[in-house]
């Protein structure tokens, strides 16, 4: 059976870290490109990193890069997003999302993904 099951949100104020983690089952993880979503209340889901099946490259949103981190391991079949320097506008459910590797990665956040997980609440608030 195919899953992506997140871990790690919660609750932080800003200014503070979190580390978000994917752990996948069901398929063979190395062939695929991982990305993380996120969705707020009322707005449109946004992509937000995303790493080769390799791990040897990875893409940020604008807004993300400099505070965020994705990197994965294939011996465990996780994928880890670390997040520091929280804002409030970075409340929203984070998802992992799977896609089998395909060409052109630079283009990872438009991706078609195939399976995704149920996601994980982050709140940064004081």
């Known amino acids: 059976q195919l899953q992506l099951v997140e871990s790690g949100g919660g609750l932080v104020q800003p200014g503070g870290s979190l580390r978000l983690s994917c752990k996948a089952s069901g398929f063979t993880f190395s062939n695929y490109h991982i990305a993380w979503f996120r969705q707020a209340p009322g707005k449109e889901r946004e992509g937000v990193a995303c790493?080769?099946?390799?791990?040897?490259?990875?893409n940020y949103a604008d807004s993300m890069k400099g505070r965020f981190t994705i990197s994965r391991d294939n011996a465990k079949n996780m994928v880890y997003l670390q997040m520091n320097s929280l804002k409030p506008e970075d409340t929203a459910v984070y998802s992992c999302?799977?896609?089998?590797?395909?060409?052109?990665?630079?283009?990872?956040?438009?991706?078609?993904?195939?399976?995704w997980g149920q996601g994980t609440q982050v709140t940064v608030s004081s």
């Open positions: 999302a799977a896609r089998r590797r395909q060409p052109l990665f630079r283009l990872c956040m438009l991706f078609d993904y195939e399976y």
């Open positions: 790493i080769s099946s390799s791990g040897g490259s990875t």
